[in-house]
């Protein structure tokens, strides 16, 4: 016997067939779609017809499923069950009573610039959200966004494209050290200051490209005394010893309002950047994706 192809069924035959198999009886099934009873009985005909089986059978009073009848509306009550859900999706995120998971793309030195925040909001309209980091190459992030693997990405991502996204802040690259080190006391500027980096020694951070790349424009790379795989090792580092980082300023001015550490900042090339959350253009109308994204935009736009 050759199977049936899904395209010669009409979806509302399948609505006519449920509301007979429940009824029992045509011409109610018929009154509850909106349908005269001759128009029931012809749909019926026509899916007699396609499936090969009389489906129902008359009885006193209505009818009688027939065995395939029977098979049949188990999968055609749960298909149009499912279909009657989607359909009928709250377009409104709930977040006080919501326990969803929202993973995000960020870097260590993200999370250290981004979560605090944000957890404590979070913790205020929705305490039973959770979020997950997953940091990933920057070849995954679309990709990622786009299978909803990961719903949001924060960051510098020039080599991320075809997303959604908004500017959250705009920051530069600066150098920091340790809190009374000789050449914070130095008044160099402009090329002067640029040139005197060669007396530095650096460490650097093995996942972040941009400052691995400044590093490389400047002939920095034989300066490089340590390369570590995390950002947040490095205050420690800088602290305790005359190695330089470069970082970002809004970072390194949290560190630096602790004490112990000094700013200095070189017009670099490639100095200034821009920090974005990137979203997945399919899911850009989904209520909870929504939410979220409005919800980071007021705490960091």
Known sequence: MNPMHIDAIDLNLLRLFDAVYRARNVSRAAESLGLTQPAASHGLGRLRLLLKDALFVRKPGGVSPTPRADRL?????????????????PDRFEPGASRKTFRIHMSDIGEGRFLPALMARLGELAPGVRLETLPLQPTEIA????GGRVDFAFGFLPKVGDTQRVTLLKDRYIVLLRNGHPFARSRRNGQALLASLQKLEYV?????????????LLNLEDRVRLTTEHFMVLPAIVRATDLAVV???????????????????????????????????????????????????????
Request: aromatic share 8%; charged share 25%; no cysteine.
């Open 247 to 301: 970082m970002p300023r809004n970072i390194a001015r949290g560190f630096a309002e602790e004490g112990g550490y000094a700013i200095v900042e070189p017009a670099f090339p490639l100095r200034d950047f821009t920090v974005s959350l990137h979203w997945s253009k399919r899911f850009e109308a989904d209520p909870a994706n929504r939410w979220l994204r409005q919800v980071i935009r007021d705490l960091f736009a």
């Open 143 to 146: 990709p990622a966004l786009d």
């Open 204 to 216: 650097a951070v093995r996942t972040h490209a941009e400052t691995l790349r400044i590093l490389q």
């Open 73 to 89: 509306a188990v999968a055609v009550q749960s298909a149009l069950g499912t279909l009657e859900v989607a359909l009928n999706e």
